[in-house]
């Protein structure tokens, strides 16, 4: 700016002075010509007039000739249309001097009325907006300089050889044509003025003053020929006043051109600078092409690529033929198409088809105009297919990944460093239920989608952990967890967050399935378990049944003494595997009856108490086979509800079995009766090896075995507590485990404090009997053990 301020003030000092010394020259010439009159009154007026127009014609010429070399130069039309002007003139003063050497002055007609016609044409031409005759002149002014020339010669020797002008040339019509002439110029000069301001040219400002002074001219050639005084000293003003044009037209015309030769040397440079750069460019194939898109121009880098081609001695103007017929095959709709858009905005940029050529090549063309107004158009190409397969693997990534954030459950939202989204996937607008338009934009912290309720939060370096709920536009409260981390850019600078976040009713939705999965696959690896173990239950049994029926069927053939101790020998294995085949379908047939809701529950009031004392002691002897300790103590000596006696006996003898089975030689088990107004509570504890507390939540399932088959200590199916559970479940009652490893379990049944409505006062409590037979059954395994 500072550059461009120093060359405007420069420029304004420039016009100051060149205009004070314009106005210098015209004074001194003022003074100069008037003194000439003054001291050369003596002096002949052939001779004088003679000087006069030696002077004028010599500067006529001069003015006409740099007028010419300056439009060369900056191609303004004006300066063109007054150098016409001006030679006109000029013809007309040479010709009077040569008339006035051969005739003399008083014989001589100053007035061409055919060339001032002429000038007035011309003078015309630069007020009339015509620009379609002034492009014909412009184009051929070599021409239209030969012509106004010859035409002017030609006028000025017809007008002052012959009479056949003689009854238009007078007074009247003198008059009307120079007054003509005065309106044309007035008008001339006000328009030029006006440019001169507008455009800031001085040039123009000279050539409007011109105007004025033939202006001037015209108006003392009027008030002479008004007054009949149209004589020598008249005449000599009219020279005065064309001289001073010549002058300061000249001095002017000669002082631009200096600045313009100036200019054009800088130009030079400039335009050896582009062109350099143009010629040498190592990265775009340039041409240029006229307004027929003939290639008139190609730079270094297309002449060594056709080079290679066609050979190291193609020369430039071969290579330009061939491109210019290649140029001929392109895709004619897209010429069309370029040639539309050049028209409508100058310029034109896209992926260019070149025939017969995989190359992907970007081009650029910028129309211009050459001094001459000339369509010229500069094309620019660069070879793109790396950078287009880049960008369509960029493009095709950038797809996928769209796809794959839009497939997404997961809510996705990106956002500038300020908190204003930028993204959001469509998982986000389905479940927010707000357009992407609607979310795009505004903050991310707008409290119409979230409530700022962070129930839980994470925090490290780049993330953030969060808790929350936001609101959909339904106004439905939604549950989200998500994780926010930062972007930062190449600097290290924060660009941006990414926030990816889920809705938690999927969350706990997909663990819910999770969860069912795995009990699934629990539940199917315990059936697989329970299978194998029905096998070995079953197998064994039948294996046992077998060898003894053929031991004894060998030991039938002895005398009756011998078979009978034989059989002594082996009788209680059978009996110990047959109750455990009979408990084995027992147990089957009772679970199956309970899924089924089969078994009805006899409820009778009866004394708990007792009945649970009785199984108790039934089972002592088992238990001192392993020298384990039993006891059984109560809070209260009787207790009558309603129950099932033979679903307690199972329950109790179930218990009692497992604790007997699954505690050590030396151990004890407790057995303890607790009452109150709502429960009847039957605590069995013992201190064996306890039930692993991951097995403790499933202990109460079918099939479920502490011992795995592949390691089993004890035997046994896995229905027990299943049967027990479901028995509880009959008395409207619960059971409750607790135990850990090698420290005993401790089960405790609550079956309500509830009895029967007894109508009948006589009704007697029938005596319940404990069945041996079911302690021996339940007590199988044990017995084997033993």
Not at 180 to 194: D, T, V
Not at 346 to 364: F, H, R
Request: charged share 25%; with cysteine; proline share 1%.
């Amino acid at each position: 700016m500072d550059i461009i301020g120093r060359n405007n003030i420069k420029e304004k000092s420039e016009v100051k002075i060149t205009m004070s010394i314009s106005l210098a020259l015209i004074i001194i010439t003022w003074i100069g010509m008037n003194y000439y009159k003054n001291t050369a009154s003596g002096i002949n007026h052939d001779t004088l007039g003679m000087i006069t127009q030696i002077l004028n014609s010599i500067l006529g010429i001069a003015s006409t000739i740099t007028g010419l070399f300056y439009y060369t130069i900056s191609k303004k039309e004006d300066i063109l249309i007054m150098s016409m002007i001006f030679m006109s003139i000029s013809i007309d003063i040479v010709m009077f001097y040569i008339d006035m050497a051969t005739v003399g002055i008083n014989s001589i007609d100053t007035f061409v009325l055919c060339n001032y016609i002429i000038r007035s044409g011309l003078v015309l031409l630069t007020i009339v907006p015509t620009k379609k005759i002034k492009s014909i002149i412009f184009y051929n002014k070599n021409i239209f300089l030969t012509l106004i020339l010859a035409i002017s010669l030609i006028l000025n020797r017809f007008e002052n050889n012959r009479d056949i002008l003689i009854n238009i040339k007078t007074p009247g019509w003198m008059i009307i044509f120079t007054a003509i002439g005065i309106i044309l110029y007035l008008i001339a000069a006000i328009i030029f003025m006006r440019k001169s301001v507008i455009k800031r040219d001085y040039s123009d400002m000279i050539i409007g003053f011109a105007y004025v002074l033939f202006l001037l001219r015209g108006l003392g050639s009027i008030v002479a020929i008004v007054n009949n005084s149209y004589d020598f000293k008249s005449y000599l003003n009219g020279i005065v006043i064309v001289s001073i044009c010549y002058i300061i037209l000249t001095f002017h015309l000669c002082y631009d051109i200096s600045k313009q030769m100036r200019k054009i040397t800088k130009l030079k440079d400039d335009f050896g600078i582009f062109y350099n750069i143009s010629e040498n460019n190592q990265f775009n194939r340039i041409l240029i092409c006229d307004e027929n898109s003939k290639i008139i121009y190609i730079n270094n880098l297309i002449r060594d690529k056709y080079r290679n081609v066609y050979g190291n001695n193609t020369t430039k103007e071969e290579i330009i033929n061939v491109l210019n017929k290649l140029s001929k095959h392109a895709c004619k709709e897209e010429k069309e198409n370029i040639c539309k858009c050049l028209d409508r905005s100058g310029c034109w940029e896209g992926i260019l088809n070149i025939p017969n050529s995989d190359e992907i090549t970007y081009c650029a063309i910028q129309q211009s105009y050459t001094s001459y107004n000339k369509k010229i158009y500069k094309v620019s190409l660069r070879d793109d297919t790396e950078k287009y397969k880049l960008h369509r693997k960029i493009e095709d990534n950038e797809h996928k990944l769209r796809l794959l954030m839009d497939n997404t459950s997961e809510l996705i939202t990106m956002s500038d460093r300020n908190g204003i989204v930028t993204y959001v996937n469509k998982a986000v607008v389905d479940r927010m239920e707000y357009s992407e338009d609607e979310i795009i934009g505004q903050s991310i912290y707008t409290d119409t989608s979230r409530e700022h309720i962070v129930t839980e939060e994470l925090r490290t370096r780049n993330e953030v952990i969060s808790l929350y709920n936001v609101i959909n536009k339904s106004g439905e409260k939604i549950k989200l967890e998500s994780i926010k981390s930062t972007i930062y850019n190449k600097n290290g600078e924060i660009d941006g967050y990414i926030c990816i976040a889920r809705d938690t009713e999927y969350t706990e939705a997909l663990e819910n399935l999770r969860v069912k999965y795995d009990e699934m696959l629990y539940h199917q690896q315990t059936k697989n378990e329970f299978f194998a173990s029905l096998s070995h239950e079953l197998k064994t049994p039948l294996n046992i049944f077998y060898s003894i029926i053929q031991l004894l069927d060998k030991r039938s053939e002895v005398d009756e003494h011998d078979f009978k101790a034989f059989y002594k020998q082996y009788n209680n294995g059978l009996k110990v595997n047959f109750y455990r085949m009979f408990r084995l379908i027992n147990n089957l047939i009772d679970i199956t009856k309970l899924e089924s809701g089969f078994i009805e529950p006899k409820f009778e009031n009866r004394d708990i108490i007792n009945i649970v004392e009785n199984i108790t002691l039934s089972v002592i002897p088992f238990a001192n086979e392993k020298n384990i300790n039993i006891i059984f103590d109560t809070e209260e000596e009787e207790s009558y509800i309603k129950f099932d006696a033979e679903s307690i006996e199972r329950i109790m003898l179930n218990l009692l079995s497992n604790a007997i089975k699954f505690t050590d030689v030396g151990g004890n088990i407790d057995i303890n009766i607790e009452v109150n107004k709502e429960w009847v509570r039957i605590i069995v504890r013992d201190d064996g090896i306890g039930i692993p507390e991951n097995m403790q939540k499933s202990i109460f399932e079918k099939f479920v075995q502490v011992d795995k088959p592949s390691h089993r200590k004890n035997e046994g199916s896995g229905m027990g507590l299943s049967i027990v559970k479901s028995l509880i479940d009959l008395h409207d009652g619960k059971i409750e485990l607790e135990s850990y490893d090698n420290k005993g379990s401790k089960f405790t049944i609550w079956i309500p404090n509830e009895a029967l409505d007894i109508i009948d006062m006589n009704h007697e409590e029938t005596v319940y009997n404990i069945d041996s037979n079911r302690i021996r059954l339940e007590l199988s395994d044990i017995c084997d053990a033993l």
